[in-house]
């Protein structure tokens, strides 16, 4: 019986372990989980810089267009002003230098179209391959490894075994030739001889 004692001992133990074995685990997943969180947010940190960035570029262009713009009408409106002047001057040539401003305001600035970026999301995963991305879980594995039982041997060689064996109590039980006896307890004795009477 002590084999299977030693067996129930290790059983019990290995449960007595699941909880801590099983922490272990799941602290080794949350280390992962912090991780993958802690690389999502410098990604998407990083995006936003550069939404940033874009955002910078896309307002310069728009402003260069608007000082050019403003510029323009600035001429215009010193031209008109110089105009109005001339009305009442009888000068050729600044009539003639008016006229090439004219033709130069009459072409107008092209239209600027910036398009706006656009995010783009990521085509949505199914279940297994976003579990890929994290890690994997290996499978519970069961084996049964076969025990043999080998029984302790006593210290006693054989020779001491053949040789005449040690008496340690002498019990008389009346009968001429003794047949068979049989331990009941470890008061009482039940022996029989030749005959079929048991003595006690």
């Not at 310069?60 to 001057?89: G, P, R």
């Not at 072409?107 to 706006?116: D, E, G, R, T």
């Not at 990521?122 to 890929?132: D, G, T, V, W």
Request: proline share 4%.
């Amino acid at each position: 019986m002590p084999a299977y004692e030693d067996i129930a001992n290790d059983l019990e133990m290995q449960i007595a372990n699941l909880d801590g074995e099983y922490k272990k685990l799941t602290t080794a997943m949350l280390k992962q989980k912090v991780e993958i969180y802690r690389e999502v947010d410098k990604a998407f940190n990083q995006m936003e810089q550069e939404i940033e960035v874009v955002k910078v570029k896309h307002r310069s262009i728009f402003q260069k267009h608007l000082d050019e713009i403003k510029q323009l009408q600035s001429s215009m409106l010193q031209t008109l002003y110089a105009v109005n002047e001339m009305k009442e001057s009888n000068e050729v040539s600044a009539t003639f230098n008016c006229s090439c401003k004219a033709e130069e305001f009459s072409k107008l600035l092209p239209k600027v179209n910036v398009s706006m970026p656009n995010f783009i999301p990521k085509k949505k995963r199914n279940k297994e391959e976003f579990c890929s991305l994290i890690g994997k879980l290996t499978p519970l594995s069961t084996t049964l490894v076969e025990r043999v039982f080998t029984a302790k041997r006593p210290n006693t060689s054989v020779r001491e075994l053949l040789n005449e064996p040690d008496v340690l109590n002498t019990i008389k039980t009346g009968h001429k030739y003794l047949r068979n006896v049989t331990c009941f307890n470890e008061e009482q004795i039940w022996t029989s001889g030749g005959n079929a009477y048991f003595k006690c």
